[in-house]
């Protein structure tokens, strides 16, 4: 099983609109997917329709012995299952603070899953914190949805430097919510790939259909197949596939 978790350190620049529409586009590939929602937010668990409950909230969620089979909930897609989150998650990092090793705790929940899913999708909160950690030691690549603004750039090169001694995760940053219409939006663009190497070649504009999530409360492929975002996250979706698998 490969692990990718959805990562900013900032909010609001489309990690869990990606983390969406990966898991759907993975599954559509026909892997089995598991989508984790880490973020006390509990967006990914909205959008697919699921209640957001963890049973004996975030503390037994951390605390569980076994793996995290007993909060898996089947969505409405054959081969995508998911892992709510409810508000308790706000305390995820109390919790694993308690724990001996915390930083390894992600990846020892994820482990006994790794025959029953090809891939697991972790939407994470904001934020660079104990979970953060948790999440880089457990995951093969972050992906990062990177806005093209001058403070968007500067937390990217922050989480890079941080992460530059690590061989693990991969970080592939690619280009979120662009508006093309603004000419210091297409600057960055430019300046993103030409500075960051390993960024994917897939860029996500900005669209209503991508806003339009929220009412429909599905992936864009099944609410608009043919729209320009619905093959953009198809294509982002093989960007990844051909980094964890390459
Ligand atoms: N490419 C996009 N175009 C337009 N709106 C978007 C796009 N990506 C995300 N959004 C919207 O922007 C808001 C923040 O996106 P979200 O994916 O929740 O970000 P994050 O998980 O990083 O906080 C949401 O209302 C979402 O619907
Ligand atoms: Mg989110």
Redesign the pocket.
């Known amino acids: 099983m490969k692990v990718v978790a ?1 990562y ?1 350190i ?11 529409n990966l898991a759907y586009e993975a599954t559509r590939a026909g892997n089995r997917v598991l989508l984790w929602d880490l ?1 006390p ?1 509990c ?2 668990t909205f959008f697919f329709r699921i209640k957001p409950t963890v049973k004996g909230g975030a503390k037994r969620l951390i605390e569980s012995n076994g793996s995290l089979a007993a909060h898996i909930r089947a969505t409405d897609h054959l081969g995508l299952d998911l892992v709510p989150a409810d508000f308790s998650m706000r305390n995820l990092d109390l919790h694993l603070d308690t724990r001996k090793r915390p930083t390894r705790r992600i990846t020892t929940l994820l482990e006994p899953l790794a025959d029953q899913y090809d891939i697991a999708i972790l ?2 909160p ?1 934020g660079i914190t104990l979970t953060s950690e948790s999440v880089f030691a457990a995951c093969d690549a972050l992906l990062v ?1 990177t806005v093209p603004t001058t403070l968007s750039m500067r937390t990217l090169d922050q989480l890079i430097s941080f992460l530059a001694d690590a061989d693990r995760p991969l970080v592939l940053p690619f280009v ?3 508006d093309r219409r603004k000419k210091l939006q297409r600057d960055f663009l430019a300046e993103i790939f030409e500075r960051v190497p390993a960024h994917l070649p897939t860029v ?11 009412i429909e409360r599905a992936p864009v492929a099944v609410f608009a197949p043919r729209s320009q ?1 619905a093959l953009a996250y198809r294509e982002l979706w093989a960007d990844v596939a051909r980094r964890l698998w390459a």
């Open positions: 959805t900013n900032k909010g609001g620049v489309g990690k869990t609109a990606t983390a969406v973020d937010q967006a990914a939407d994470c904001p949805p979120s919510m662009i996500i504009a900005s669209t209503s259909v991508i806003e339009r999530m929220g975002s």
